[in-house]
């Protein structure tokens, strides 16, 4: 039925928010406007990235500056930002050691495909931080799961990467595989893809062991990759024992656990990985790693740097297929420092965890205030209100759980209100940089706009 709820609410209010909302944010930024028409036009589509055109708004803000925890657009408007560059300023814009680190290295160059000083002292933090591995530098997370899966599949022999439904890892082809009414298939939706990407990918329902467990027991299957938690989806949380089940199984039959934490490192210091004590074979973390400079890590524990020897000493000569030319320059290397030594701090933790909490909680309240059909999920400094009952199991209920208009619609309503969230999904971050004030201002805002969404039964 045409009148049928979505998400709880009515079409009807729910049309009447998207459109008044869109109008006033048009109305409001008159400068934006004009620059993108004057200036947009080199680019596909009006955006240097395509992702870009995600974001809901009836034109996109043209910002001027960002920081701490604040953008300002250059019609003027300060903005409270949760969104933070979807995770890759989770450490608030421009942190004074980054900057300073810019600053000092800019004078002495930008990428020699030779070690400095920052090198060598950032290897002995990323051990502080993540615990013992033998390190690896990329541009982005993206190519650190790519060589993860690489050197993952020499060092077992096998061919087949785990991953699962709902998944994300960036844009490795290895991995974009999904269930369609429980048979594995390309994820619909891929641009220009020919391959089948089944051939190397086994695809099984997160929170699933029993699944897990007759996908390893054919023995053709090299790592599990996986997030901690369910994430760039409507989040999902793994159930008691399900980390210990994918480490216990993939040791029973011989497969590699690969964890990528280029979300969940809003878990606490050193990540989920070390809050929670699990113990990956290889380990991913990238985004924000570097305090917004492009750049991502990527380790293995030394039995795997063993078997990676071993195959890579009987290898033909000629190129591995892993590597790109500007990584691991001495810029990543003065912000990665930096980042590891100065701002991913236990204080700055303390400090995210707390307004997080803060800002979980307040959103719970206005959702149960109003009956809403709603729920919210914490992992650390990552906070998320999902428009569907919760919580979720696994990727076919986060999915189900996407709901785009009522999502589209709460943004731009927060925008005007002066608070940014990711445009994918709702997911809001908070940084060190953070304020209280910032926190209850979104919440504030949050309730006027689940007012007019849901009225009074009384």
């Known amino acids: 039925m045409s009148d049928a709820l979505i998400a709880g609410v009515s079409p009807a209010r729910l049309t009447a928010l998207r459109d008044r909302e869109s109008k006033r944010f048009a109305a409001s930024r008159p400068r934006s406007k004009a620059a993108l028409a004057a200036g947009a036009g080199a680019y596909l589509d009006g955006v240097p990235l395509h992702w870009m055109r995600d974001w809901p708004m009836p034109h996109l803000p043209v910002i001027s500056k960002a920081k701490g925890a604040r953008i300002t657009d250059i019609d003027g408007y300060e903005i409270d930002d949760f969104c933070l560059g979807d995770t890759g300023s989770m450490f608030g814009h421009s942190p004074a050691p980054v900057a300073k680190a810019i600053r000092k290295q800019a004078g002495r160059g930008l990428t020699y495909m030779l070690p400095s000083e920052d090198a060598l002292e950032a290897g002995a933090l990323l051990n502080k931080r993540f615990g013992p591995m033998l390190w690896q530098i990329a541009t982005t997370a993206t190519d650190a799961n790519r060589f993860a899966i690489r050197v993952a599949r020499a060092v077992t022999g096998r061919p087949k990467i785990l991953v699962f439904n709902g998944c994300y890892h960036g844009t490795v082809d290895d991995v974009m595989v999904e269930l369609r009414g429980g048979v594995m298939a390309n994820r619909q939706g891929l641009l220009g893809q020919v391959a089948d990407l089944t051939l190397g990918a086994v695809c099984v329902e997160f929170n699933d062991l029993a699944g897990v467990e007759a996908a390893l027991a054919t023995g053709d299957v090299a790592a599990i990759l996986t997030e901690p938690v369910m994430t760039n989806s409507c989040m999902v949380p793994p159930e008691a024992?399900?980390?210990?089940?994918?480490?216990?199984?993939?040791?029973?039959?011989?497969?590699?656990?690969?964890?990528?934490?280029?979300?969940?490192?809003?878990?606490?210091?050193?990540?989920?990985?070390?809050?929670?004590?699990?113990?990956?074979?290889?380990?991913?973390?990238?985004?924000?790693?570097?305090?917004?400079?492009?750049?991502?890590?990527?380790?293995?524990?030394?039995?795997?740097?063993?078997?990676?020897?071993?195959?890579?000493?009987?290898?033909?000569?000629?190129?591995?297929?892993?590597?790109?030319?500007?990584?691991?320059?001495?810029?990543?290397?003065?912000?990665?420092?930096?980042?590891?030594?100065?701002?991913?701090?236990?204080?700055?933790?303390?400090?995210?965890?707390?307004?997080?909490?803060?800002?979980?909680?307040?959103?719970?309240?206005?959702?149960?205030?109003?009956?809403?059909?709603?729920?919210?999920?914490?992992?650390?400094?990552?906070?998320?209100?999902?428009?569907?009952?919760?919580?979720?199991?696994?990727?076919?209920?986060?999915?189900?759980?996407?709901?785009?208009?009522?999502?589209?619609?709460?943004?731009?309503?927060?925008?005007?209100?002066?608070?940014?969230?990711?445009?994918?999904?709702?997911?809001?971050?908070?940084?060190?940089?953070?304020?209280?004030?910032?926190?209850?201002?979104?919440?504030?805002?949050?309730?006027?706009?689940?007012?007019d969404l849901f009225p009074s039964i009384a």
């Not at 990956?280 to 795997?304: Q, R, S």
């Open 241 to 451: 024992g399900f980390h210990d089940g994918l480490r216990l199984l993939t040791r029973r039959y011989g497969a590699l656990l690969i964890l990528d934490e280029t979300h969940t490192i809003s878990s606490g210091l050193g990540g989920y990985s070390r809050v929670h004590s699990l113990s990956p074979d290889l380990f991913v973390v990238g985004k924000c790693v570097a305090g917004g400079m492009p750049a991502a890590v990527w380790g293995m524990t030394e039995a795997v740097a063993a078997g990676y020897h071993t195959a890579n000493a009987a290898r033909a000569a000629g190129h591995s297929g892993m590597g790109t030319t500007l990584s691991a320059n001495p810029m990543q290397f003065a912000c990665l420092r930096a980042t590891l030594a100065e701002v991913m701090t236990r204080k700055n933790y303390d400090h995210m965890e707390a307004l997080a909490k803060r800002l979980a909680a307040g959103l719970s309240k206005v959702i149960a205030a109003h009956g809403a059909p709603w729920h919210v999920v914490r992992v650390g400094a990552r906070v998320e209100f999902i428009c569907a009952p919760g919580p979720l199991k696994n990727g076919t209920e986060a999915a189900a759980a996407h709901q785009p208009e009522v999502e589209a619609a709460v943004h731009v309503a927060l925008l005007n209100r002066g608070s940014l969230i990711a445009p994918f999904h709702n997911m809001m971050l908070i940084s060190p940089a953070t304020r209280k004030r910032q926190v209850d201002r979104l919440l504030q805002a949050f309730d006027e706009i689940l007012t």
